[in-house]
T-cell receptor, first 112, second 114 residues
């Protein structure tokens, strides 16, 4: 089954404790992206990757890092989480020549 | 600055009737538009899209209309079914074979009343 998976689905952590949210897709897609969803703001792009070893900032990259060492994986790293990063996070991917992005199920992160 | 706006946070429609969800945008560079549907505890799923060279695209019960001069698009669902109850997001992008970043609206929660 073609899908985007994220782990963990839910995470409660404390300020300053480094964490990683994993994202993996099995569709051989070149393009991957991270979004965060906040009430009243819709989904906003954090980082994206056009292919392996190619990453760039989206609209709200502050406080986040990403890496793309393999085509299928695109982890989101919060080196020192803060309460304003409490949000619902979505990973997405799409293939070359298509504008349709496939989204993962989401990761709900709470930073206290 | 919200470039894609969905001014109705919620909408209730009787089962079998037409649901019309609206979306306005401000960036005239947007040339491709998509609608996503989202159920609780799931990621958004693609529903239907339209290129700016068209003014209508139809897929079964779903039709999207684009009015470029008004910078407005709408999603029509006919007939509405209980399974259509979800949050609907309008999204827009500028196609440039680079980062075709989706710019999302804030969503409209559609409730179909049986």
């Amino acid at each position: 089954e073609a899908q985007v998976t994220q782990n963990p689905r839910y995470l409660i952590t404390v300020t300053g404790k480094k964490l990683t949210v994993t994202c993996s897709q099995n569709m051989n897609h070149e393009y991957m992206s991270w979004y965060r969803q906040d009430p009243g703001l819709g989904l906003r792009q954090i980082y994206y990757s056009m292919n392996v070893e190619v990453t760039d900032k989206g609209d709200v990259p502050e406080g986040y890092k990403v890496s793309r060492k393999e085509k299928r994986n695109f982890p989101l790293i919060l080196e020192s989480p803060s309460p304003n990063q409490t949000s619902l996070y979505f990973c997405a991917s799409r293939g070359r020549g298509s504008y349709e992005q496939y989204f993962g199920p989401g990761t709900r992160l709470t930073v206290t | 600055d919200q470039q894609v706006k969905q001014n109705s946070p919620s909408l209730s429609v009787q089962e079998g009737r037409i649901s019309i969800l609206n979306c306005d945008y401000t960036n005239s560079m947007f040339d491709y538009f998509l609608w996503y549907k989202k159920y609780p505890a799931e990621g958004p799923t693609f529903l239907i899209s339209i290129s700016s060279i068209k003014d209508k695209n139809e897929d079964g019960r779903f039709t999207v209309f684009l009015n470029k001069s008004a910078k407005h698009l709408s999603l029509h669902i006919v007939p509405s079914q209980p399974g259509d109850s979800a949050v609907y997001f309008c999204a827009a992008l500028i196609s440039n074979f680079g980062n075709e970043k989706l710019t999302f609206g804030t969503g409209t929660r559609l409730t179909i009343i049986p």
